[in-house]
């Protein structure tokens, strides 16, 4: 499935021009249903089914009307995105992708958004970990600092943490890698973590549960989501730093925050093209 790109972003690079797992674009209305995948989400309207813009269908869901994020219109520099207003607000993969996630090794995250608090985790996407029982690996930000940790056994896991205080209801564009022993945290374009905490290696094992967006479990948990999620992008392995700073490049100038960029960022002033 091709993805029709128009007015500035017509002739600009986009991350429709690199191969990803999954692609949860908050900004694009014809990807945001109101039911199951008919009506695109109006305006304040509840959200069913957020679809996947990676052209793998991997679209996700919420079938219990109080448990919907629900969809903004205008809410950056004239974007869409997705506004989870409490820790009881999740979207689920479907059973059948959850293989296309149980990465062992090797992962990309790459996250626009805002937390609405500075306390508790806010996990904004999780595979497998439900229980100190379960491996998978999952992602959170928090006042201290935002990471993507995997867990192959209880009390076993790594962390990429990209550092530093995160203010609430302020906008990040943070990027996450993990390819064994080599590891990186950005925030706002800049390399923020080079180490990863308590092992020398990610080792996130396969696990048998689905993908989680905005969620830690499936019940109201104070390490639930709460704020606004505008860009998700999944990749199995690790993009090069060019096309790395290329997300971030593209991101800012989508959104207009360009000024958090650094001033040696190649983005920083040009948009990237492909």
Known sequence: MSWIIT?????????????????????????????????PATDGAAVRQWNDKSGNNRHV????????????????????????????RWLLGAVGDESAF?????????????IAAS???????????????????YGDINSANPSLIGITAPSSWSSVDAQGTIAANTDYIYSFEANGSTVRARKNGTTTSTTVNNKASWAASANNQTLLIGGYNTLPSSANYEGIMRQIIVM???????????????????????ADLPADHPYKTAIPVP
């Open 7 to 39: 007015g500035s972003q017509k002739n600009n690079w986009t991350p429709a021009d690199i191969t990803t797992a999954l692609w949860l674009d908050g900004s694009d209305n014809s990807t945001i249903f109101s039911d199951a995948g008919i009506t």
């Open 61 to 88: 869901t919420q079938s219990t009307a109080g448990n919907r994020p629900e969809f903004t219109a205008n809410s950056l520099n004239g974007r869409g995105s997705i506004a989870f207003a409490d820790t009881s």
């Open 102 to 114: 149980d990465f062992t090794s090797t992962l990309y995250v790459f996250f626009v958004g805002q």
């Open 119 to 137: 306390s508790g985790a806010n996990v904004f996407i999780n595979k497998g970990r439900a229980t100190f029982s379960d491996t998978g690996w």
């Open 236 to 258: 199995p392995t690790v993009p090069s730093l060019a096309i790395i700073q290329k997300l971030e490049g593209w991101a800012a100038h989508y959104y207009g925050l360009t």
